[in-house]
């Protein structure tokens, strides 16, 4: 069954410090995966897409990496600031007719001042 | 541009009514899409179309319709309102198979 796991479900960080967020994913055959950002009201926002091939993305503040042996993939941040305050949610395209997207819960990420 | 645009914001119905909720897009995309989502979860997809004209089932299409008459317009009905519709519901829309775009919800609560 494709799943995408991620971790933890939710964080606490102050200002200025550094977070690393976690999604785990079985999706077969892969074609890509993409981290979003969700603020709180709003609709999800395209932070970084990795294909197969690519296993480090950045997006400013925003590194993704993916690891497709192991099926990991990771969002850090770095120098947080209070307007990271979102849900960051990891998306899974699945290859086929229709590439299904397939979407993990998301981690809500409080960041205090 | 105003991307994906979503109306109503937020709906009350009374259990057994039916409504439309309305998705527009002034990107040119093919592709648009519904989805709900649900606390604890990620989101869902409803029905999607990949152009005028054409609808497809997603993930949990039962209880609700769609249709796509113009190319920038994605309507999303539910014809008897039941308690489990209550959700946030969000359009999205795409250029082919790339990143999607989302509208900023529908809050819809069933009573």
């Known amino acids: 069954k494709n799943q995408v796991e991620q971790s933890p479900q939710s964080l606490i960080i102050l200002e200025g410090k550094n977070c690393t967020l976690q999604?785990?994913?079985?999706?077969?055959?892969?074609?890509?995966l993409r981290w979003y950002k969700q603020d709180t009201g709003r609709g999800p926002v395209s932070l970084t897409i990795m294909t197969f091939s690519e296993n480090t993305k950045s997006n400013g503040r925003y590194t993704a990496t993916l690891d497709a042996d192991t099926k990991q993939s990771s969002l850090h941040i770095t120098a947080s600031q209070l307007s990271d305050s979102a849900s960051y949610i990891c998306?899974?395209?699945?290859?086929?007719?229709?590439?299904?997207?397939?979407f993990g819960a998301g981690t809500r990420l409080a960041v205090h001042p | 541009n105003a991307g994906v645009t979503q109306t109503p914001k937020f709906r009350v119905l009374k259990t057994g009514q039916s409504m439309t909720l309305l998705c527009a897009q002034d990107m040119n995309h093919e592709y648009m899409y519904w989805y709900r989502q649900d606390p604890g979860m990620g989101l869902r997809l409803i029905h999607y179309?990949?152009?005028?004209?054409?609808?497809a089932k997603g993930e949990v299409p039962d209880g609700y319709n769609v249709s796509r008459l113009k190319k920038q317009n994605f309507l999303l009905g539910l014809e008897s309102a039941a308690p489990s519709q209550t959700s946030v519901y969000f359009c999205a829309s795409s250029y082919g198979q790339e990143t999607q775009y989302f509208g900023p919800g529908t809050r819809l609560l069933v009573l």
């Open positions: 999604c785990n994913y079985t999706v077969s055959p892969f074609s890509n």
């Open positions: 179309s990949v152009g005028e004209g054409t609808t």
């Open positions: 998306v899974v395209s699945a290859r086929g007719g229709y590439n299904k997207l397939i």
